[in-house]
Nanobody, 113 residues
Framework: QVQLVESGGGLVRAGGSLRLSCAAS????????VDWYRQAPGNQRELVAR???????YYTDSVKGRFTISRGNPRSTVNLQMDNLKPEDTAVYYC???????WGQGTQVTVSS
């Protein structure tokens, strides 16, 4: 199983920015689709952003224009740049590698108003 390690969460005021990183080893992570999910208390886990092996990206409507997903160089990390954060972005953010059914431990993002 592929081990995913997230980092970069924290507490920020509304309008601020955070950069999350998901690190993993192995060829599969560098060539396969990688997702970022989030889960707020009382809510279901939702897909926030996706990057395919070819570099195509997807964003849920609520983060379009504010979040950017990208691969690092070398391709052992996938980053989520989060700008203009809003209180409703508060959640635990998880990295996911669907082909391996692997999840990270999660990193807390808290946005104060």
């Amino acid at each position: 199983q592929v081990q995913l390690v997230e980092s970069g969460g924290g507490l920020v005021r509304a309008g601020g920015s955070l950069r999350l990183s998901c690190a993993a080893s192995g060829t599969l992570f560098s060539i396969a689709t990688v997702d970022w999910y989030r889960q707020a208390p009382g809510n279901q886990r939702e897909l926030v952003a996706r990057i395919t092996g070819g570099g195509s990206t997807y964003y849920t409507d609520s983060v379009k224009g504010r979040f950017t997903i990208s691969r690092g160089n070398p391709r052992s990390t996938v980053n989520l740049q989060m700008d203009n954060l809003k209180p409703e972005d508060t959640a635990v953010y998880y990295c996911n590698l669907p082909l391996a059914n692997s999840w990270g431990q999660g990193t807390q993002v808290t946005v104060s108003s």
